[in-house]
């Protein structure tokens, strides 16, 4: 029942441009993120950071 009530709302809302009332809330996924991704530049800098040898050790 959720699911067809979500595809009206997305249909009305992102689709038609229109509003529509619900006497009741339907919770929408939140949009997925890629996550931030660091440049090799970075990630050097990082590991030379590291002063434990055990936990270099592992980075490399």
């Not at 996550?35 to 980075?59: A, F, G």
Request: no cysteine; proline share 2%.
């Amino acid at each position: 029942m959720k699911l067809y009530l979500a595809a009206l709302q997305f249909l009305y809302h992102e689709v038609l441009k229109q509003k529509i009332y619900f006497d009741f809330k339907i919770k929408m996924r939140k949009e997925e993120k890629l996550p931030e991704v660091l440049s090799v530049d970075e990630v050097q800098k990082l590991v030379s950071k590291i002063k434990n040898l055990k936990h270099k050790t592992i980075i490399h």
